[in-house]
């Protein structure tokens, strides 16, 4: 009974910005590692950035510079604040969290459905 809620995907010209935001919410104990990929038309899904509980993160290096993750704990939420957007960055953009249940305690990986990021020219 875990649920991601994902938002801010949409249209934008190259330069422009967005701001996705994925909040986890359920039978929740504690997220471990919040992450975003992508994939784009033919092409093979990819790592973007990730985060954990601890602040530690990662990016792919094609967003390096231009994307940042960051991470609302107590809200279960995790953002990716995309800047100086290039049509390459066209692609549906997938929230993946990786946590542990509160009740029978477990460990989960959840998928968000997923939300399209189009930049045009």
């Known amino acids: 009974q875990v649920q991601l809620g994902e938002s801010g995907g949409g249209l934008v010209q190259a330069g422009g910005s967005l701001r996705l935001a994925c909040a986890a919410s359920?039978?929740?104990?504690?997220?471990?590692?919040m992450a975003w990929y992508r994939q784009a038309p033919g092409k093979q899904r990819e790592l973007v950035a990730t985060?954990?509980?601890?602040?530690?993160?990662n990016y792919a290096d094609s967003v390096k510079g231009r994307f940042t993750i960051s991470r609302d704990n107590a809200k279960n939420t995790v953002y990716l604040q995309m800047n100086s957007l290039k049509p390459e960055d066209t692609a549906v953009y997938y929230c993946?969290?990786?946590?542990?249940?509160?009740?029978?305690?477990?460990?989960?990986?959840?998928w968000g459905q997923g939300t399209l990021v189009t930049v045009s020219s």
């Open positions: 359920g039978n929740i104990f504690r997220v471990n590692v």
């Open positions: 993946n969290v990786h946590l542990t249940t509160a009740i029978q305690i477990r460990s989960l990986e959840v």
């Open positions: 985060m954990t509980t601890g602040g530690s993160t």
